[in-house]
């Protein structure tokens, strides 16, 4: 996996990953920035965040799961002094669907927890304390 990351101007820099995919990182005005991206620590949490989602279709896909929707939301902590690295992370799954068993959700989360989402466990082994919770939201059939 490679990717590169390009300074523009202030602390704005644009970064492209191997598969050629671009987006734009900046800081706060205070910080030099124009605010014009998310901050590069906003981008790893977002990154954990789809990764695990990532996984939590994947497993409930292969369940034959009649999934609509999956929402990763996020609420991160960190420390207060240099590097102020994530203490801690809590992720919160909302799981829509048809039918869908609270025993499979609750089987795709731990999966993901424990086995797959390589950024999550990376996190994890470097000391941060990652917690989960989930819903599921029953849809309607049209």
């Not at 050629?20 to 900046?26: A, M, R």
């Not at 994890?124 to 989930?134: E, Q």
Request: hydrophobic share 40%; with cysteine; aromatic share 4%.
């Amino acid at each position: 996996m490679k990717a590169r990351v390009k300074w523009t101007e202030g602390r704005q820099f644009v970064a492209e990953s191997g598969s050629g995919h671009s987006v734009v990182i900046d800081g706060p005005p205070d910080h030099g920035g124009r605010n014009t991206g998310p901050r590069p620590m906003e981008m790893l949490l977002m990154g954990m965040g789809s990764c695990t989602a990532f996984d939590i279709l994947n497993i409930l896909d292969k369940a034959r799961a009649d999934v609509t929707d999956c929402v990763a939301e996020l609420d991160a902590e960190r420390a207060d002094e240099v590097p102020a690295v994530f203490t801690k992370i809590h992720v919160h799954f909302v799981v829509s669907g048809h039918a869908l068993k609270e025993k499979q959700v609750a089987r795709a989360v731990e999966l993901s927890a424990e086995k797959y989402c390589s950024a999550s466990i990376m996190l994890v082994n470097g000391g941060v304390k990652i917690t989960h919770s989930f819903e599921i939201i029953e849809e309607a059939r049209t």
